[in-house]
């Protein structure tokens, strides 16, 4: 059974920066693609970052030159830099992971940014 943990979110101030990370386990293969997305209340999940097959990134608009998604496939982990964190930013942060036939998520980590 796939599980994915993500860890790292917190109460921060606008300006300062947090690094999440999230750990797959139950899977011997690499995924084709892993990513972010994040949720804030009374709004839709939206996607945040992706790092795809080849190396292929995606960031959303809102996130350009402030996040960094990074990848270790070998041990199917996936991170998100988060710097100069705004109080927009704030929403729970899910990480997906996708293979060729199934897609899956993590539990989600809150992350708060105080103006």
């Known amino acids: 059974q796939v599980q994915l943990v993500e860890s790292g979110g917190g109460l921060v101030q606008a300006g300062e920066s947090l690094r999440l990370s999230c750990a797959a386990s139950?899977?011997?293969?690499?995924?084709?693609?892993m990513g972010w997305y994040r949720q804030a209340p009374g709004k839709q999940r939206e996607l945040v970052a992706r790092?795809?097959?080849?190396?292929?990134?995606y960031y959303a608009d809102s996130v350009k030159g402030r996040f960094t998604i990074s990848r270790r496939n070998a041990r199917n982990t996936v991170y998100l830099q988060m710097n100069s964190l705004k109080p927009e930013d704030t929403a729970v942060y899910y990480c997906?992971?996708?293979?060729?036939?199934?897609?899956?998520w993590g539990q989600g980590t809150q992350v708060t940014v105080s103006s």
């Open positions: 997906q992971a996708v293979t060729y036939s199934s897609d899956y």
């Open positions: 139950g899977i011997i293969f690499s995924f084709n693609a």
């Open positions: 790092n795809g097959s080849g190396g292929t990134v």
